[in-house]
C-alpha cells in the first residue's frame, strides 16, 4: 500500500490549499480515507475522513473551512483547505484506516 500526499506549501492567513493523497495497492473505492494533522509539539490529531459512500466527518476546528472529497475513478482523496489560520500549520497525513497505512506527511505553513 502506498499513500503519496501532494499540493502543501506555504500560504498566507487566508488563503487556500488543496492537498491531494493517491493512494495504490489497496481497493480503493471501498476504503474509508482521512486526513490527520500534527502540529510541533502536539499529537496527531483527526482533520476530516470520508467514506466509501461519501459520507464525511470533521474535526470541529476546521468545520466550515476544510472539505474532503474522493475521486474512485483516480483512487485519490482530497482535502480543499479555505480560510486558512496560522493554527492551521502542521505536517498532513493521508491515512487508510483498513489498511493501517499512512503517507509520509506534507508541510502545510499558514504565516505572512
Same mark, same amino acid.
Given at each position: 500500500?502506498? /499513500?503519496? @500526499?501532494?499540493?502543501? *506549501?506555504?500560504?498566507?492567513?487566508? $488563503?487556500?490549499?488543496? /492537498?491531494?493523497? =493517491? =493512494?495504490s *495497492? %489497496? %481497493? !480503493?473505492?471501498?476504503?474509508? &480515507?482521512? +486526513?490527520?494533522?500534527?502540529?510541533? *509539539?502536539? @499529537?496527531r #490529531? /483527526?482533520?476530516?475522513h470520508?467514506?466509501?459512500? $461519501?459520507?464525511?466527518?470533521?474535526?470541529?476546528?476546521?468545520?466550515?473551512? !476544510?472539505?474532503?472529497?474522493?475521486?474512485?475513478?483516480?483512487?485519490?482523496?482530497?482535502?480543499?483547505?479555505?480560510?486558512? @489560520?496560522? #493554527?492551521?500549520?502542521?505536517?498532513?497525513?493521508?491515512?487508510?484506516? &483498513?489498511?493501517?497505512? +499512512?503517507?509520509? *506527511? %506534507?508541510?502545510?505553513?499558514?504565516?505572512?
Amino acid at each position: 500500500v502506498q /499513500l503519496v @500526499e501532494s499540493g502543501g *506549501g506555504l500560504v498566507q492567513p487566508g $488563503g487556500s490549499l488543496r /492537498l491531494s493523497c =493517491a =493512494a495504490s *495497492g %489497496i %481497493i !480503493f473505492s471501498i476504503n474509508r &480515507m482521512g +486526513w490527520y494533522r500534527q502540529a510541533p *509539539g502536539k @499529537e496527531r #490529531e /483527526l482533520v476530516a475522513h470520508i467514506d466509501s459512500i $461519501g459520507i464525511t466527518n470533521y474535526a470541529d476546528s476546521v468545520k466550515g473551512r !476544510f472539505t474532503i472529497s474522493r475521486d474512485n475513478a483516480k483512487n485519490t482523496v482530497y482535502l480543499q483547505m479555505s480560510s486558512l @489560520e496560522p #493554527e492551521d500549520t502542521a505536517v498532513y497525513y493521508c491515512n487508510a484506516p &483498513m489498511t493501517g497505512s +499512512w503517507g509520509q *506527511g %506534507i508541510q502545510v505553513t499558514v504565516s505572512s
